[in-house]
């Protein structure tokens, strides 16, 4: 048997002095197992009560023995235990009711020790397996019970607050706030609180996806719909069902979709891309936006009605630069990770170089601080504590400006837009990811400005 399942489990065995439980006893302990060996119920029922056992293997019907009430209480204790129980050839509709009630099988006498060990080892693996998903289950309520969004600001305690107050209902969500200032994790945290934790969460970022996708995406489509549908495919909602579906950017979608999500969202039934068959779907909605959905209702570019629907409860996420007193906490955090991550003997930031960080305003917010440093911890050749020269030069307030930037009176927009977005560009060295947070646009949106400026 294995050396994770067996060899390490505790196991009471409830069976009168015979032959064939002394055999049975030197059998599992030859394998390494503990075994608690008791003669009658009255002893098992102490050991219940007071150890903590793996497998239980007793007898359906002995004197001073009611077999299927010691699998309850056995149970009772150790919801995931391995019972096996003994039974004779006269008691097989006991032994299946036994079964019924959780044991992992009955064993008719004689004994088949073989037969025994092959049902401990699978019932002590499952265990095992089950233990695992707890000390998972134990690790995620850390993380996203407020663990990966933590914070001592006024602003996020309220958020706290909110979260708990709405996870448990089924209401729609809707998350304000600027690019990268975690508006995800709130919505994961919010699905970790809620009765669909152990489901499916699912997102997607609306903004990243070109405008001709983002059905297909959301909804799924059928073989041959349009050019290059070899297959079938499930999308998002589909992919969500039972959990939560966590839409980033809700307010990049296309007026078209926007119509069929309104639907989906009020009686839940939707229909792939050439698809005339009608789904139905159980989903929690999140949805999450960096712009102001009232504007683009009031100028007719995003739909009332769907916005209403998204907006049943909003949580407003500020700006980075509104909580600078979660900046050291931040900071420590994401040093600590980083340093791991690159097994670098690096233990903080100095004084002066955490001051630097707590002035600067951070225009992408949590995500770009957390680039930066993991930027700092990895290029830094020395030991111990970061130092302002670990700081990237576009930070520091003494060297924030862009050569040949100058902005004229008389300029058009236009010309000013393009003139931002190349040298943001260049001084990110053409990260456009980053670039896309400085400058609070979407990807896609970069994308197609780089194009309208012949900027690539």
């Excluded at 909804?219 to 998002?236: M, N, Q, S, V």
């Excluded at 992408?364 to 990895?378: A, D, H, Y």
């Excluded at 040298?423 to 197609?448: C, W």
Aim: aromatic residues 6%.
């Amino acid at each position: 048997m294995s050396e994770t399942s067996v060899s390490r489990a505790r196991i009471l065995v409830v069976m009168p002095e015979s032959t064939s439980a002394k055999d049975l006893v030197a059998a599992l302990e030859g394998d390494g197992a503990d075994v608690l060996w008791v003669r009658e119920g009255q002893s098992a029922y102490d050991i219940l009560d007071t150890e903590v056992v793996n497998a239980l293997i007793y007898p359906l019907k002995q004197v001073r023995i009611d077999g299927l009430r010691l699998q309850k209480i056995a149970r009772d204790r150790n919801a995931s235990i391995c019972a096996i129980a003994i039974a004779t050839p006269e008691e097989i509709e006991l032994g299946i009711e036994a079964m019924r009630e959780g044991a992992y099988d009955f064993q008719l006498m004689p004994l088949n020790f073989a037969k025994i060990k092959a049902v401990l080892e699978r019932g002590l693996s499952y265990q095992q397996l089950v233990g695992e998903v707890s000390n998972l289950q134990r690790r995620l309520d850390e993380r996203y019970r407020f663990g990966g969004i933590a914070r001592r600001s006024s602003a996020w305690q309220r958020i706290y607050g909110q979260v708990e107050q709405v996870a448990q209902s089924k209401t729609s969500v809707l998350i304000r706030g600027e690019t990268g200032t975690g508006k995800g994790e709130v919505a994961k945290a919010i699905h970790q609180q809620s009765r669909r934790r152990s489901e499916a969460f699912v997102e997607v970022n609306c903004g990243a996806l070109p405008e001709g996708v983002v059905e297909s995406e959301l909804f799924g489509h059928e073989r041959g719909a349009f050019t290059g549908a070899a297959t079938a495919r499930k999308g998002r909602f589909e992919l969500a069902d039972e959990g939560t579906l966590f839409l980033d950017e809700v307010g990049d979608i296309p007026p078209p979709t926007q119509v069929k999500l309104l639907r989906v969202i009020q009686d839940g039934r939707f229909e792939r891309v050439g698809a005339t068959q009608t789904r139905g779907v159980d989903v929690r909605l999140i949805a999450a936006t960096h712009r102001d959905l009232d504007t683009m209702v009031d100028s007719g570019t995003y739909r009332a009605d769907l916005f209403y629907r998204l907006n049943v409860v909003t949580i407003e996420v500020p700006a980075l630069r509104e909580c600078h007193e979660d900046i050291p906490l931040l900071v420590d955090e994401f040093v600590r990770k980083f340093a791991d991550d690159n097994e670098k003997n690096i233990s903080g930031v100095s004084a002066r170089a955490l001051d630097i960080l707590i002035e600067y305003e951070w225009p992408g917010n949590v995500r770009e601080l957390k680039n930066c440093i993991e930027g700092m911890v990895v290029m830094s050749s020395r030991e111990g504590m970061l130092e302002v020269d670990d700081i990237p030069r576009y930070i520091n307030r003494r060297e924030r400006t862009f050569a040949g930037v100058d902005f004229r009176v008389g300029m058009s927009i236009r010309e000013m837009e393009k003139m931002a977005i190349r040298e943001t560009l260049k001084a990110v060295g053409n990260d456009r990811r980053r670039a896309a947070e400085i400058l609070q646009i979407g990807l896609s949106t970069l994308y197609r400005k780089e194009i309208e400026y012949d900027l690539r």
